[in-house]
């Protein structure tokens, strides 16, 4: 079983930037492709970024393709999401989740392992 820990939420202005970090508890990201997604209160969890297994192909949610970036940093054995020019439809509950495939999927149902997530506020 795989462990996913997020770092990085919290309370930010509009037009700001913050930077998500994935790690897991107990095994590296080899052989998974990794994906973002979100969840604000009242709304279905939504598609937001991923990156296949190779880290060589993305794919954005549209409404926060051009300010989000996902990536990989495989010294630190992490998955970073780049946030910038937040607005505050951003506001969410911001989970990572692993697949266990070299491809990389937008679907929630593709997805094997979650983290708990991390609360991204973002004021007006």
């Known amino acids: 079983q795989v462990q996913l820990v997020e770092s990085g939420g919290g309370l930010v202005q509009a037009g700001g930037s913050l930077r998500l970090s994935c790690a897991p508890s107990g095994r590296t990201f080899r052989n998974y492709a990794m994906g973002w997604f979100r969840q604000a209160p009242g709304k279905e969890r939504e598609f937001v970024a991923a990156?296949?297994?190779?880290?060589?192909?993305?794919a954005y949610a549209d409404s926060v393709k051009g300010r989000f970036t996902i990536s990989r940093d495989n010294a630190k054995n992490t998955v970073t999401l780049q946030m910038n020019s937040l607005k505050p439809e951003d506001t969410a509950v911001y989970y990572c989740?692993?697949?266990?495939?070299?491809?990389?999927?937008?679907?929630?149902?593709?997805?094997?392992?979650w983290g708990q997530g991390t609360q991204v506020t973002v004021s007006s």
């Open positions: 989740a692993a697949d266990n495939s070299f491809s990389l999927s937008t679907r929630e149902g593709s997805y094997d392992y």
């Open positions: 990156l296949n297994w190779s880290g060589g192909s993305t």
